[in-house]
């Protein structure tokens, strides 16, 4: 694997010119509300950028963690990084789904076999929740999960996975609940753009 470093205002300007940075008010994942939200789908529709920045992340996990044979990621954002990011270490790369409303299983046959160093591969970890609740869905598996990595961390560092973790960019993104929205965010119409079903209102 080549080794390519890159500065966190390299892997945020990749964000900037794919338009994947965006600002208003949104619904996350975790049910949290933003004025900033990161769609790397704007990333992962372009496969060079996808490339450059896959390859940065899985040097990164190997001088962290060494040798992986297998790349575990949540669906459905997870799934493309997750590939790639294997694609460079050398490894096989398996995902997690969900049941609309349900937990993350491992399905299609994936397995974590005894004796496999495996790592979670996550896009963008904002709590963390969707990353533990992967750990949560392979824990049982016979293999061992060594870590978890993520393109951008917008939590400041504060999002705990449970396992050793690496970024490519550590980033403090404001985020509020929805009982203590700040006046002019509130006053934005909220928009969901993920894919975790939300409970009713
Ligand atoms: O650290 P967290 O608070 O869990 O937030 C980050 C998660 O949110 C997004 O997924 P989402 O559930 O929106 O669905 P997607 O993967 O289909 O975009 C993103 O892909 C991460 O998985
Ligand atoms: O927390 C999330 O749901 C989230 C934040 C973000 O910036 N990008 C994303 O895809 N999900
Ligand atoms: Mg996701």
Do not use: N, W
């Not at 008010?25 to 529709?45: C, E, N, T």
């Amino acid at each position: 694997m080549t080794s390519a470093p890159m500065s966190p205002d390299q892997v945020l300007a990749e964000f900037r010119d794919a338009g994947a940075l965006l600002e208003g008010h949104f619904i996350l994942s975790s049910g949290l509300r933003s004025p900033v939200f990161l769609q790397k789908m704007a990333i992962f529709s372009e496969p060079p950028r996808t490339e450059r920045l896959c390859r940065a992340l899985a040097a990164a996990i190997a001088a962290k963690f060494g040798k992986i044979d297998i790349v575990v990621s949540p669906a459905i954002g997870g799934i493309v990084p997750g590939y790639e990011t294997a694609r460079h270490l050398g490894a096989r790369a398996i995902f997690v789904e969900r049941d609309p409303g349900g937990p993350f299983t491992l399905r299609r046959g994936f397995q974590i076999p005894a004796g496999q160093r495996a790592v979670i591969v996550e896009d963008i970890v904002t709590t963390g929740l969707s990353a533990r609740e992967c750990l949560a869905a392979i824990r049982s598996e016979p293999g061992e999960i060594v870590g978890a990595a993520c393109l951008i961390d917008r939590s400041g560092g504060k999002g705990e996975i449970g396992v050793p973790f690496v970024s490519l960019v550590t980033l403090d993104i404001p985020a509020y609940p929805a009982d203590a929205l700040p006046p002019d965010l509130a006053a934005i119409p909220a928009v969901k753009p993920g894919s975790r079903a939300m409970p009713k209102p």
